[in-house]
C-alpha cells in the first residue's frame, strides 16, 4: 500500500475489528496471492477493478474463484489422512484445486504422466522416503515447493532451502496462514515477491513468531 502498510496487515485489522459488515477486497488481478489475501482477512467477495469497472467475482470461499478462470492448483502431500482434509478444505475456500497424496511414488507419478502444480506442499517424514530428497524434482518442473515437518529446525530448514523449497512450516499446522504462504511461494518461483519490495534476490531462514520456520525473502 502507498503508506507502506502490507495489505494484510489492513486486512486482518478490519477481520478482528468486530464489525459485522461483510469484507470485500478489490483487486486489480485474480492470482493466488489474492486468493490467499481474501481467505487470511475472511474476506466474502473478491471484486475485480480494471480499466476504472469493477465487476464481481463472487463468493471469495467458492472452490474455483471466479468458474471461467480456474484457481491455481496445489499438491498436498501427507500421510496424516487428517492434514490432508484440512488443507483441502483450506486450499479450496481460498478458490484453490487440490490433488492429495499419501506417499512419494503416488505422487512421481502423477508429476511423470501430466504438467506440474502451481505449488507441492512435501512433508518431510513419508511412508516411502524423505521429501527433501524429492523437493528438486518437483522444482525442475516449475512448482513452487513448501515442505512441512515436525522438526524444522536450522539444520532441515539449509537442506530444504538446498533442495529448492521457498518455504519450510513446522507443524501444528495454521491452515490460513498456510495458504497464505503457500500463495506468496507461487509468487516468489515466479521472480515477483509481492509481500515484500518486488526486488527480492532469494530466501533466508529467519524463525516465525507463530512457531513455524520459514525461507523468507531478504
Same mark, same amino acid.
Given at each position: 500500500?502507498?503508506?507502506? /502498510?502490507?495489505?494484510?496487515?489492513?486486512?486482518?485489522?478490519?477481520?478482528?475489528?468486530?464489525? /459485522?459488515?461483510?469484507?470485500v477486497? &478489490?483487486?486489480?488481478?485474480?492470482?493466488a496471492?489474492?486468493?490467499?489475501?481474501?481467505?487470511?482477512?475472511?474476506?466474502? /467477495?473478491?471484486?475485480?477493478?480494471?480499466?476504472?469497472?469493477?465487476?464481481?467475482y463472487?463468493?471469495?470461499?467458492?472452490?474455483?474463484?471466479? *468458474?471461467?478462470?480456474?484457481?491455481?492448483?496445489v499438491?498436498?502431500?501427507?500421510?496424516?489422512?487428517?492434514?490432508?482434509?484440512?488443507?483441502?478444505?483450506? @486450499?479450496?475456500?481460498?478458490?484453490?484445486?487440490?490433488?492429495? @497424496?499419501? +506417499?512419494?511414488?503416488?505422487?512421481q507419478?502423477? $508429476?511423470?504422466?501430466?504438467?506440474?502444480?502451481?505449488? &507441492?506442499v512435501?512433508?518431510?517424514?513419508?511412508?516411502?522416503?524423505?521429501?527433501?530428497?524429492?523437493?528438486?524434482e @518437483?522444482?525442475?518442473?516449475?512448482?513452487?515447493?513448501?515442505?512441512?515437518?515436525?522438526?524444522?529446525?536450522? *539444520?532441515?530448514?539449509?537442506q530444504?532451502?538446498?533442495?529448492?523449497?521457498?518455504?519450510?512450516?513446522?507443524k501444528?499446522?495454521?491452515? /490460513?496462514?498456510?495458504? +497464505?504462504?503457500?500463495?506468496? +511461494?507461487?509468487?516468489?518461483?515466479?521472480?515477483?515477491?509481492? $509481500?515484500?519490495?518486488?526486488?527480492?534476490?532469494?530466501?533466508?531462514?529467519?524463525?516465525?513468531?507463530?512457531?513455524?520456520?520459514?525461507? *523468507?525473502?531478504?
Open positions: 500500500m502507498r503508506d507502506g /502498510r502490507h495489505p494484510a496487515q489492513v486486512l486482518g485489522r478490519l477481520r478482528d475489528g468486530g464489525e /459485522r459488515a461483510e469484507l477486497l &478489490v483487486a486489480t488481478r485474480n492470482d496471492y489474492v486468493a490467499g489475501l481474501a481467505s487470511v482477512a475472511g474476506a466474502k /467477495r473478491i471484486l475485480l477493478a480494471t480499466d476504472g469497472t469493477v465487476t464481481g463472487g463468493d471469495a470461499h467458492a472452490r474455483h474463484a471466479p *468458474e471461467t478462470i480456474p484457481g491455481p492448483e499438491w498436498i502431500v501427507d500421510d496424516s489422512p487428517a492434514i490432508r482434509l484440512l488443507a483441502r478444505s483450506a @486450499f479450496q475456500r481460498a478458490g484453490w484445486r487440490t490433488t492429495e @497424496f499419501e +506417499a512419494l511414488h503416488s505422487v507419478g502423477a $508429476l511423470a504422466e501430466g504438467p506440474a502444480p502451481a505449488a &507441492v512435501l512433508d518431510v517424514y513419508l511412508p516411502d522416503g524423505n521429501g527433501l530428497h524429492h523437493a528438486r @518437483f522444482v525442475e518442473r516449475g512448482a513452487a515447493v513448501i515442505m512441512l515437518s515436525n522438526l524444522a529446525g536450522p *539444520e532441515q530448514v539449509e530444504a532451502f538446498a533442495a529448492g523449497a521457498i518455504d519450510i512450516v513446522a501444528p499446522l495454521d491452515m /490460513r496462514s498456510l495458504v +497464505a504462504r503457500v500463495a506468496r +511461494a507461487v509468487d516468489q518461483a515466479s521472480g515477483t515477491d509481492r $509481500l515484500g519490495d518486488g526486488n527480492a534476490v532469494g530466501p533466508s531462514y529467519s524463525p516465525a513468531t507463530n512457531g513455524t520456520a520459514t525461507l *523468507e525473502a531478504i
